[in-house]
């Protein structure tokens, strides 16, 4: 998680009116995340998502779909999570191997967030 999503939840705790996530972006950036993080080092493209509450506390599921005619040609090897369909706050970035985006396949992303307790 990046600092900018660490303010994200201390201004909800603090009854402010933070943007919740409402997007998520892939890229292909190969430079490792940093919590110092606030854009994508390469970003191809963003879609909205999908949230779902997990049955187990503090657990939250964030979903995309990268379709077949999403981002072909490129060698996706970043994901984020963002709170807006441009622009925005970068809440989580991930660099993972890349693989090359073809039509030949459809990508389910999921980033789970979970909150512990002491």
Not at 52 to 60: C, K, M, P, Q
Not at 67 to 81: C, Q
Not at 84 to 104: C, E, F, M, Q, W
Request: net charge negative; proline share 3%; glycine share 8%.
């Amino acid at each position: 998680m990046t600092d900018v999503g660490l303010n994200l939840i201390r201004g909800f705790l603090n009854e402010d009116s933070p943007t919740p996530p409402s997007h998520m972006a892939v890229g292909t950036g190969t430079t490792g995340e940093q919590a110092s993080d606030t854009a994508m080092e390469s970003e191809v493209l963003r879609n909205a998502i999908t949230k779902e509450l997990s049955d187990t506390a503090g657990v939250i599921d964030y979903k995309m779909i990268l379709a077949s005619t999403d981002a072909n040609g490129n060698a996706i090897s970043e994901l984020g999570l963002l709170n807006a369909a441009s622009g925005g706050d970068l809440v989580i970035r991930i660099t993972h191997l890349p693989y090359n985006k073809t039509s030949s396949f459809a990508v389910k992303y999921r980033i789970r967030q979970t909150l512990q307790s002491i």
